[in-house]
């Protein structure tokens, strides 16, 4: 690479960005529902909340408390960070963790800290019903205001997905500004370290996906080219970027759980700031990013097909095999099964079945691959005693259940029934 000096127009701006999320996990083997089952029953049949308790408080210790701490010091010296919640994750944390939450709440209530909204179950709502997504997108950010004090401006919906109908939501649900991946195929011969709009819309902030992975796939792979990374090293390449400003996206989970500890994940993070500061570069929130570059910002075409920072950026990563394809089949159905009841607490329970969490855990199916492996990673050790083609039997079986069970609640009117006998106008018969 070429030294600052030798380049122009090399970013001075670093927008770091993190999210938080745990996924509702499915109970497995499926559980038979009862005919008639309520509401509450129903969901203890879908959901293992044991195993998600165990997994949360895992993390927490793992993690949470050591990134809050660390990110916590790390705004204290002029660190900026623009942190993301699903509320999956909140729900779980109000109650098995209301310590956590509070440390979450202290964080965020730092100047140097911007909340960002997420869609709130991580889920695929947005390719079911675009404008239910709009509704949700509304109503997560009434929910972070009253749990954190403020509204998020800024969002990443799941795992950054963003496509053109999807940008045209956001905008409806009245976002300033979205998070995209920084892909070639979506890019083009832009370069995401600059910001953009289109059709006049919210601004977007494109993910440098290669710098991000560095530190947050690569990072403590021994295999890697670039290992060990030091902070001044990593610096450096931050410094020869060229562009405006660079969007550094992970998951908050990096810190801790996908890098433990003893990687030197943590202190890597510590030095960062003092080797950013020493080459004259600064940190911004992702709204600051947007104030500062608003008069400058660039025209990026959307592309129809959905772009993700998932996997390679694409869909496949989520509906790549048959396995992955059948269960989103089934999640239309649920969901629109539970639409048929009209009963908020069913509809509820559909739009958590619809979690993306219930495909990235399966893309392994019939793979064998680095995101293969990745994702046999989140899959519960508790799941692989089923073999992998019982556990897709048995989530298959989670919606099955899960659709028939709301056959006694899809309530018929008199109306519905009727079946008028009128003749069929002859003109029309004739054409």
Known sequence: MQKREEQGNMAQTIVPYAVVHQPRRLKLPAQPIPKGAS?????????????????????????????????????????????????????????????????????????????????????????????????????????????????????????????????????????????????????????????????????????????????????????????????????????????????????????????????????????LVTEVHRRKMSFLTTTEAIEKFKSRSHYLPLPEFPSTWAGEGGTWFFLGNSAQQSVFQLMHHAYHKAKLTEDPKLIDLALWLCQSDNLHLIQWFQRVDGEAEVSAYFTPNEWWQLEPGGIIWEIQQVYKNFINALDPHVKYRVADLKCELNPVPRDILVR
Not at 115 to 123: A, I, N
Not at 227 to 243: K, M, R
């Open 39 to 271: 509401p509450e029953d129903i969901c203890r049949c879908l959901f293992d909340e044991k195993l998600n308790k165990h997994y949360f408080k895992k993390v927490a210790q793992k993690c949470y408390y050591p990134a809050t701490t660390m990110f916590q010091n790390m705004v204290e010296e002029g660190f900026k960070l623009s942190l993301g919640f699903s509320l999956s994750f909140i729900k779980q944390a109000e109650e098995w963790d209301p310590v956590l939450l509070e440390r979450f709440r202290h964080l965020v209530g730092h100047p140097n800290v911007e909340l960002t909204g997420v869609e709130p179950y991580h889920s695929f709502i947005f390719y079911l019903d675009i404008n239910t997504f709009v509704d949700r997108m509304r109503w997560m950010v009434s929910a972070l205001k009253e749990i954190f004090g403020v509204e998020p401006e800024v969002t990443d919906t799941t795992e950054m997905f963003l496509s053109n109908e999807i940008y045209y939501a956001l905008g409806k649900a009245g976002f300033k500004g979205a998070l995209l991946d920084g892909r070639e195929w979506v890019m083009g011969w832009r370069q995401p370290s600059y910001l953009y709009r289109y059709d006049g819309g919210p601004y977007l902030l494109a993910r440098h996906y290669q710098l991000s992975d560095d530190v947050g796939y690569r990072f403590s792979n021994k295999s890697w080219s670039g290992y060990p990374l030091f902070a001044e090293t990593y610096a450096d390449w931050l410094s020869w970027t060229e562009g405006d400003m660079i969007l550094l996206g992970w998951d908050f989970e990096t810190f801790g759980e996908h890098h433990w500890e003893d990687t030197g994940i943590f202190d890597f993070m510590r030095q």
